[in-house]
């Protein structure tokens, strides 16, 4: 009853991996993938794997901080060259049998266009944003076949961002200030695996959840391709966004965009 009610709350993401999953027949011992991370199931042990990557997040909503007015964000994931500071984000896992423990590391440094609400208070804002996620989940393989995977999982995450924001012109002309926060959101969901070839297979994952944040979320999707019994590469498309306030302190974002992951698996 507890795997109905959970599986539910992911029917979109869930239903195209179980469907996919269930019309394969490949080998027993063939190498697995799950989201950008694959690893080798061959006798019940451990196995490892280990999957840096690049997001090409645009990131779109509010920030306000020091009780100024919300600044609005817009950069499409198409210019997010020209807006991007520093990135750095991994993603790891171990498992046992049926069992695993799934992290993602994301750190972004932006310096993003910004506009004050009707443009009357500034002429113009400078924002530079530092965002570090950190998501750690435990899980287990409701579905573990040759033609794929979907894992339950459950766990937090973890956020930390910090804000500059000055403004030129206007009313709050000169004025410039920094600020951070640091918050834990509950999240769970599914992610999975389905094979449709030897060497090709469509990956993706769907959580949400909440606590210190009205909302927060994370969608992804994308397809892979396994080039030896070691090494993978993933390219797909991930969407994630959060809604935290904490007094004057606004962190209502929403990031989008191109992924693309490359494999190691040990």
């Known amino acids: ?28 011992d063939m190498a697995m993938d799950e989201d950008v991370v694959v690893f080798e199931e061959t006798a019940p042990g ?11 997040a645009g990131m779109k909503g509010n920030i306000a901080e020091f009780g100024a007015p919300p600044v609005s964000v817009d950069v499409p994931f198409s210019d997010i060259l020209d807006s991007l500071d520093f990135a750095a984000m991994v993603v790891a896992e171990a498992r046992y049998d049926r069992f695993s423990v799934f992290s993602d590391f994301l750190f972004l440094k932006m310096s993003p266009e910004a506009v004050t609400p009707f443009g009357v208070i500034a002429n113009t804002v400078q924002l530079t944003s530092k965002t570090m996620e950190f998501t750690a989940m435990g899980g287990y393989a409701l579905i573990d076949t040759p033609g794929g995977r979907l894992d339950v999982v459950a766990g937090a995450r973890v956020w930390w961002v910090e804000n500059r924001i000055s403004f030129q012109g206007g009313v709050l002309n000169g004025l410039a200030r920094e600020d951070s926060n640091t918050w834990i959101d509950a999240m769970a969901g599914v992610r ?6 030897d060497n090709v297979f469509l990956t993706g994952w769907a959580l949400g959840g909440g606590g210190s944040s ?3 979320w994370d969608v992804m999707g994308g397809i892979g391709y396994e080039f030896n019994d070691r090494f993978s590469a993933v390219l797909g498309y991930r969407a994630m966004g959060v809604d935290y306030q904490d007094g004057a302190f606004l962190f209502d974002v929403t990031m989008q965009g191109p992924i ?3 494999v190691l698996r040990f």
Do not use: D, H, K
């Not at 451990?46 to 090409?56: E, G, L, T």
């Open 192 to 197: 999975g695996r389905a094979n449709l070839t």
């Open 46 to 56: 451990w196995s490892f794997a280990i999957a840096p990557y690049f997001w090409m």
């Open 1 to 28: 009853m507890m795997r109905l009610n959970y599986r539910s709350q992911v029917a979109v993401l869930a239903t195209g991996l179980v469907l996919a999953c269930a019309s394969q027949t490949l080998a027993a």
């Open 260 to 262: 693309l992951g490359a």
């Open 214 to 216: 009205e909302s927060a």
